[in-house]
């Protein structure tokens, strides 16, 4: 009997990792990496509270496919913008993607 | 529920006493005799493997018109032995520069991600690794994922270009063909209403699927030959083009890892060609004719299964030695071309049949899902054809007649 | 601790330590790997979650197509085999902190909620979680609308990821 709390407390240490991720990496690709983690931490925390609530209602897990497609979809692109910013600039390290800065 | 009828789990239960007489809570006895099962399927898994492993050689040489290995034992079945002692005995290098780990744990993931398969083909109504998992077909293309990701660990952590280019293009091959292979996969869950695989072969009563939807059962073939890695499609054996593709750097026995798993891969292949598409375990319904009750034993369940395996597997070897590799980009414009479109109208036509001839009586069901399998594969090789012929006065220049 | 409770702690443990080396790996490829092996863990709680398909999917999607993506992407973005210079930000630490500050301030409002130690309901008995679930994307007034913007937004993902990284000639 693993109470409601233990999954609640996993997604939201899993989702501090990929927020400590995303801002401490210095590869883009790294930082897509956390980004990653983040989504899963949601689906849990969604799978979870189907599971916990009412289980005839599909709205859990109906949600958690949804995130799968975003996610898959934002993967897709973002990685296309890292490789086709590596071919411009020959690097994918974010501090040194910097030509719109101020 | 004598063994004969029910042989899983009237061992379970008597190993369960024993333990529990000895001393042990029923949880660490339930866990025990989980993984004693998983032991001794795995260990009659790779005996089939070894004699898999004599099977292709004997049948690679009669079809290249020679005899094959008849040296050790009678008809060489002492031959795999050999390999094995050979295999075992080989000095394991491990190139410089490799990622150690990365390099030793890839055979291990290609080994699991086959294994894993048996967990839910059901060798008998009462024998199947996970009780009736109600996503059965799904878990195929969930354990080849696992595949292709071992391949790639091999590719790169070998530190060398040929391998890296190796694993590339085979997990591209991969990675592009399971989408008709899920699409085909969907087929039988149509039309039996369940992705579970006994629900699938319990629906097969009165008329295996190969009847209903022969294409589905030639687009899954082809599609499982590419994920398995097989020729035609065998970029990773690239044999004289990548010198061994992704396991150039593996020798000893982190090679037989690989090997043995792309034969056991194959035989399980042919094994889930017989389970969606011929009826599985069953004799096409013969069993429940009450003169031949005794049919119904698992053990003959067991038997026929293997029968159509072999048979499964014995058509993905003749593919294998009588076709030519097939260069890499064809290999993936013919899926993103021609066989994904084709699986995707293929779901939709089989899916609206089924929806528009559900309350008909059966002949005329069989009778019109095979007519709509026929036109669409007629169809598509028109398409086919009428796109060659332009390719080709493209490159030859004249009209040909 | 019934058995339940010390499995759920094993693949907690699992992917906690899984998803840390994913964000502290030196070595790029090594990190995708440990977010494979974090996937992983995270279709392992969904499977004791009673959400088979979303564990299977997990799979298929997560490890079996963007995991792939990834290793690719990190091996067509180097300019060397080995990884060079630091791979951490030079202001890691406020990351840390801020992740260590969203964290408790997560468990703080988790605590504060009534509802937090409900226990699980039993599955009700044949309950198909599969057709359910099939039922529910499809169906009018469930989600089929959102389901149908998913797949737009996928088409246009497609179309765009493939534009953005075609190689002009």
Not at chain 1, 60 to 77: H, N, P, R, S, Y
Not at chain 2, 156 to 163: G, H, L
């Amino acid at each position: 009997m693993v109470p409601l709390s233990w999954y609640l407390i996993f997604a939201a240490a899993l989702f501090s990792i990929g927020l400590f991720g995303v801002l401490a990496r210095r590869n883009a690709v790294a930082i897509l990496l956390g980004v990653e983690l983040m989504l899963n931490s949601v689906n849990i925390n969604l799978a979870a509270f189907w599971r916990y609530g009412d289980v005839t209602r599909m709205t859990g897990q109906v949600f958690a496919i949804i995130v799968f497609a975003v996610a898959a979809a934002e993967v897709a692109v973002g990685l296309a913008l890292v490789i086709s910013v590596y071919r411009r600039r020959n690097t994918v390290v974010a501090d040194e993607i910097n030509m719109m800065k101020w | 529920m004598s063994f004969w009828n029910d042989p899983l789990n009237v061992t379970a239960d008597w190993l369960m006493g024993i333990f529990t007489g000895w001393g042990m809570s029923e949880i660490v006895a339930q866990i025990l005799i989980g993984f004693l099962g998983i032991f001794v399927l795995v260990a009659l898994l790779m005996v089939v493997d070894i004699f898999l492993v004599w099977v292709e050689r004997k049948v690679v040489a009669r079809f290249q018109d020679r005899i094959g290995p008849n040296r050790l034992g009678p008809w060489g079945l002492i031959q795999p032995f050999a390999d094995i002692i050979k295999l075992i005995i080989k000095e394991d290098t491990t190139p410089g520069g490799a990622d150690k780990v990365v390099y030793n744990v890839a055979p291990i993931l290609s080994m699991m991600s086959v294994l894993i398969l048996w967990a839910v083909i059901p060798l008998a109504p009462q024998m199947i690794g996970v009780e009736d998992l109600n996503i059965g077909a799904l878990y195929i293309i969930a354990a080849g994922a696992i595949g292709t990701l071992s391949i790639i660990m091999a590719g790169w952590s070998s530190n060398n270009k040929f391998a890296l280019i190796g694993a590339f293009r085979q997990v591209a091959v991969m990675v592009s063909f399971e989408i008709p292979m899920l699409t085909m996969l969907l087929i039988p869950t149509i039309f039996a209403g369940s992705m579970g695989f006994n629900d699938i072969i319990q629906a097969q009563y009165p008329v295996p699927f190969v009847l209903l939807a022969p294409l589905a059962a030639i687009i899954f073939l082809i599609a499982a030959i590419a994920e398995l890695g097989r020729a035609p499609f065998d970029m990773a054996e690239g044999e004289s083009e990548l010198v061994s593709g992704f396991n150039t750097e593996y020798s000893g026995m982190k090679f037989g890892m690989f090997y043995a798993g792309e034969l056991l891969h194959a035989f399980t292949f042919g094994g889930f060609m017989g389970i969606l598409f011929f009826g599985g375990y069953s004799l096409f319904g013969l069993e429940r004719i009450p003169a031949l009750a005794w049919l119904n034993s698992p053990f003959v369940h067991i038997f026929v299964l293997i029968v159509k395996a072999m048979i499964g597997y014995w058509i993905i070897m003749w593919v294998k030695y009588t076709l030519l590799r097939i260069r890499i980009d064809h290999m993936l414009a013919f899926n993103w071309k021609f066989l994904t479109p084709l699986a995707f109208v293929l779901l939709m036509v089989v899916a609206l049949m089924n929806a528009l001839l559900k309350g008909s009586p059966l002949w005329v069901y069989t009778a019109g899902m095979f007519l709509s399998n026929v036109v669409v594969g007629w169809v598509a090789l028109e398409v086919a054809r009428v796109y060659s012929r332009r390719e080709r006065e493209k490159v030859e220049g004249v009209a040909t007649t | 601790m019934t058995g339940e409770q010390i499995i759920f702690i094993l693949v907690a443990v699992f992917t906690l330590v899984s998803g840390f080396m994913v964000v502290t790996s030196r070595n790029l490829i090594h990190a995708a790997l440990w977010l494979v092996s974090a996937l992983f863990g995270v279709a392992v709680a969904y499977a004791l979650l009673n959400a088979a398909f979303l564990a299977v999917v997990q799979v298929v999607v997560y490890i079996g197509a963007i995991a792939i993506l990834f290793i690719f992407a990190v091996m067509l973005t180097r300019k060397d085999m080995r990884d060079q210079g630091p791979q951490m930000n030079p202001n890691w630490w406020a990351g840390a902190v801020l992740a260590v500050l969203v964290f408790a301030g997560l468990v703080f409002l988790l605590l504060s909620w009534g509802g937090l130690s409900a226990t699980a309901a039993d599955m009700p008995a044949d309950f198909d979680t599969i057709s359910e679930l099939g039922n529910a994307l499809v169906s009018p007034d469930a989600y089929v609308l959102p389901f149908e913007v998913a797949s737009v937004l996928l088409v246009a993902a497609l179309i765009g990821a493939v534009y953005v990284a075609y190689n002009r000639k």
